[in-house]
């Protein structure tokens, strides 16, 4: 007889295992979701690196040459697409409604061992993890923390809730009990759509790094809001920074949206956002101050 806490997790294991594909390119092995019914499948864009394409393998056994789509190294995701039938999609879920203390489980290709399974809970949420393209440097942001066990080849592997949906993508094991997912969210879902279509992600670029606080409580009435972006830093010469910006700032809305996490504010940082007028709205010195600033296009020059 299995206990509540084993059923759950081994329930998804049945589910997931066959849907998750162990990864293997030149320089590397990963894990990789399929997540359509025609053969593609996600995984981390530092799993596929530079190549363009390499061989997956399913629990089963059963092996397949697959080509890169496309990889978006600052959000650390890819899409592959594999030659041939592959099991039923993995379904992906919304990483935005997790808690800390929920259940994952997390399935990948550990030290080359296909289908291993862990579990564990959500240890955090919020987080954020550098990505690097070039010169252009991004946080990856809403990361989950989780304490199911990760190791080397775990990247790009699923990430599931108790019903077996998808809500991260395995990328990194930060220390010892301690591994990060990148969340499956209304972000992510238009990085890994862009990828499928176009094979790349066209970013708008601002030129702001924020961190979100409270609004100061003798603020909240007056400004509507509880939470905000404060500025830590403006890059010179950036949109934000010819728009009036300061570092200090806190940002209410843009684009007439309110702002209440980094994510707010990257979601509307796409292609639509390039060239176009955006109306931010920052209390600084305890008045508000609406400015308008033109994304330009994040390039791997900046």
């Known amino acids: 007889m299995l206990d509540e806490y084993s059923r759950v997790v081994s329930s998804v294991a049945r589910l997931l295992t066959p849907r998750v594909a162990g ?9 990789a979701v399929v997540f359509t019914g025609d053969g593609f499948l ?4 530092h799993v596929v690196g530079s190549s363009r394409g ?3 393998e399913f629990a089963d056994g059963a ?14 995701l890819a899409v592959i697409r594999a030659e041939g039938p592959t099991p039923e999609p993995a379904t992906l879920g919304d990483s935005d ?3 800390v203390g929920q259940l994952v489980v997390a399935v990948g290709n550990p030290l080359g061992l296909t289908g291993s399974v862990t579990a564990g809970v959500v240890s955090g949420l919020g987080r954020s993890l550098p990505a690097r393209d070039g010169e252009a440097v991004r946080l ?13 080849g775990n990247s790009g592997g699923a990430l599931a809730d108790a019903e077996g949906n998808v809500v991260g993508v395995n990328t990194a094991v930060a220390g010892i009990g301690l591994g990060m997912a990148v969340p499956i969210n209304e972000t992510t879902r238009r990085i890994i759509g862009a990828l499928m279509r176009d094979g790349r992600v066209r970013r708008a670029y601002l030129g702001l790094v924020t ?9 909240r009435e007056r400004v509507g809001a509880r939470r905000a972006l404060r500025v830590a830093e403006v890059i010179p010469g950036s949109p934000a920074a010819r728009a009036g910006l300061r570092r200090g700032d806190l940002v209410l809305t843009a ?16 292609t639509e956002a390039i060239g176009r007028p955006l109306a931010i709205t920052v209390i600084r010195n305890g008045a508000m101050v609406d400015v308008i600033a033109e994304p330009t296009e994040l390039t791997r020059a900046r």
């Open 23 to 31: 990864v293997r390119v030149r320089n590397g092995a990963g894990s």
């Open 42 to 45: 996600l995984t981390n864009a």
């Open 54 to 56: 390499g061989e997956v």
């Open 63 to 76: 092996e397949a040459r697959f080509a890169v789509i496309g990889a978006d190294r600052l959000s650390d």
């Open 97 to 99: 409604g997790l808690v």
């Open 140 to 152: 990856i942001e809403d990361v989950i923390q989780t304490d199911a066990a990760l190791n080397p």
């Open 211 to 219: 961190s979100p606080v409270p609004v100061p409580p003798a603020l």
């Open 255 to 270: 684009g007439g949206h309110p702002v209440t996490a980094a994510q707010g504010l990257q979601r509307l940082l796409f």
